[in-house]
């Protein structure tokens, strides 16, 4: 008997489901075929900034609700992938990233704050601490994190 109840604990503990900080967060890329530049309508980019603003938006407090809608993608640099089988660019003052989107927040099914922005860094090469020197998003990352930063900074800190 005390065999089959610790048998039944751990099929238990196997088969529970964790609710993720970011259960509040949804993500959607409209239009994707109507995007500035064809690099920045790959499904891997599209999932690789999903995962990034759902994890920014896990900082939320429990109640609250984001969903954003990205309505255009222009990364950062000149896509030279033309030139050869490797994905390259080139990065140069004229060609910051750009990221335009819709988002909503809600709290307790109520919206809160909501808006539609064209988000751009001009000076993304300048900015230090990014990330991973390795990840080929990271200025778009820096920028939707500043952005979400000042976006929700209040209700980061005091959860409004």
Do not use: C
């Amino acid at each position: 008997m005390r065999l089959n109840s610790r048998l039944a604990l751990i099929a238990a503990a196997i088969f529970i489901v964790p609710v993720t900080a970011d259960a509040g967060v949804r993500v959607a890329f409209a239009d994707t075929q109507n995007y500035a530049e064809a690099d920045s309508r790959s499904p891997a980019v599209r999932q690789d900034l999903r995962t990034f603003l759902k994890r920014l938006g896990g900082q939320l407090p429990r109640g609250t609700d984001l969903s954003i809608t990205v309505l255009d993608i222009s990364l950062a640099g000149f896509d030279m992938s033309t030139r050869g089988p490797d994905n390259y660019r080139l990065l140069t003052g004229a060609t910051w990233p750009k990221i335009k989107l819709r988002y909503v927040l809600t709290k307790n099914g109520r919206a809160i704050a909501s808006g539609e922005e064209w988000l751009a860094d001009r000076f993304y090469r300048a900015h230090a601490g990014l990330a991973s020197a390795s990840d080929p998003l990271r200025y778009e990352k820096n920028m939707l994190d500043d952005w979400f930063r000042s976006r929700f900074a209040s209700y980061l800190k005091t959860g409004n």
